[in-house]
């Protein structure tokens, strides 16, 4: 169901207005846990309750830009033309590259060498497998969203299926190869941040989604980004950390 309406909100809203989104789920984990509906309850900290409001307010100026800009949908043409980018087919098979090898046996030894650099490349080739993931959901979603599916070639459907079916797996793979190589306060905040940043910059980069702002509004868009990746960095960041005093002293 989540996923189902994952892709409806893709096919209707630009990515740089979904991924801030991602965000919001840490928050409300650390909230239920407050409201005991996880189990045991938890107590809030003034640093939860800051790092809250700053996603919060980085979604809503996020919200407000998209709100003030005359985007149109994308039509057919459009669509053909960001699945054929040189570019996006460029970042789809380089870091589906870079991800395959970096689970293969073959990099074993970079990760003992540097294992702190391991640990950022790992999330970094994840977040951007999850960005792709999104990024072809997209595709396939618009085009239903506009009635145009009948219309799209073949190689249209054929791509945002194989690169969908190719992602998302390494997006799982990778972020439990992540989670397995470093501390949670570490791992689990680095990596929805940089999901949070590639998924944005892939909406601008492949659907020119940044066109339809204006200086003011993209100005908007840069800051509420900001403002949500530093609250789930450090909400993340604390939030893991307590966890792990509590079970040392346990």
């Known amino acids: 169901l989540l996923s189902a309406c994952n892709a409806v909100a893709l096919g209707l809203a630009p990515l740089a ?25 938890e107590l809030l900290s003034c640093t939860d309750v800051l790092c809250t409001l ?33 570019l996006f087919l460029t970042y ?33 080739c994840g977040a951007a497998a999850a960005s792709l993931t999104q ?34 797996p390494l997006d799982l793979l990778l972020l439990a190869r992540t989670i397995a190589s470093a501390s949670l306060a570490f791992a689990v905040p680095v990596y929805q941040s940089l999901v949070i940043v590639l998924a944005a910059g892939a909406g601008s980069l492949f659907f020119a989604e940044s066109a339809a702002y204006s200086a003011a509004q993209l100005a908007l868009v840069v800051c509420g980004l900001l403002l949500v990746v530093g609250g789930v960095a450090t909400l993340g960041y604390h939030h893991r950390r307590e966890h792990t005093g509590d079970n040392a002293q346990l």
């Open 92 to 124: 789809w098979l380089g870091f589906l590259a870079c991800g395959s090898y970096w689970l293969s046996p073959a990099a074993r030894g970079v990760k003992e060498s540097a294992p702190t650099t391991a640990v950022f490349f790992s999330g970094v």
């Open 135 to 168: 990024s072809f959901v997209k595709l396939v979603s618009t085009a239903l969203g506009s009635g145009s599916v009948e219309a799209m070639p073949w190689w249209f459907t054929a791509e945002a299926l194989l690169g969908a079916g190719t992602c998302a």
């Open 17 to 41: 207005l979904i991924a801030p989104f991602a965000g919001v789920s840490m928050v409300w984990s650390v909230w239920l846990g407050h409201c005991g509906c996880l189990g045991l309850r």
């Open 54 to 86: 700053l996603v919060l307010l980085g979604v809503t100026l996020v919200m407000a830009a998209e709100a003030m800009s005359d985007r149109q949908k994308l039509t057919p043409r459009e669509l053909q033309r960001d699945a054929a980018s040189p």
